[in-house]
């Protein structure tokens, strides 16, 4: 079993035999534009170059978050993964951002 598996495998409600609902992409999308907004009123343009050239690791978490919605996105289309994981998921996005907007800031 692979990392992403056992992360939707824990997403699912414990000892429910109940099967997730598809959540749609509409509902979603509503959701990440609310985080991209948060994220947005603190943004510093330039922080995404200066992250990458500087803090490469940090680069390297946030390229991973991304990839984490995305797939998590997925999931939820599908009915494998709960509304609650894809919000896990934004709120590691927005938290590694908002780091990031800091590290420039200073």
């Known amino acids: 079993m692979d990392l992403m598996e056992k992360y939707l495998s824990r997403a699912k ?3 429910s035999k109940k099967k997730l609902e598809p959540i749609s ?3 979603l999308q509503d ?3 609310e ?3 948060k994220v947005n009123k603190s943004y510093i343009e330039g922080t995404i170059q200066y992250i990458g050239e500087h803090h490469p690791g940090l680069d390297d978490k ?7 919605i995305n797939n998590v ?4 289309n599908e009915g494998a993964a709960s509304i609650e994981c894809f919000n896990e998921a934004l709120a590691s996005y ?3 951002y908002l780091q990031a907007i800091n590290l ?3």
Do not use: Q
């Open 31 to 33: 959701v990440f534009l």
């Open 25 to 27: 992409d509409e509902h």
């Open 94 to 96: 927005e938290s590694l």
């Open 35 to 37: 985080t991209v907004s």
């Open 13 to 15: 409600p414990e000892g």
């Open 73 to 76: 996105w997925k999931a939820c």
């Open 104 to 106: 420039y800031r200073r």
């Open 62 to 68: 946030i390229n991973n978050a991304d990839d984490r």
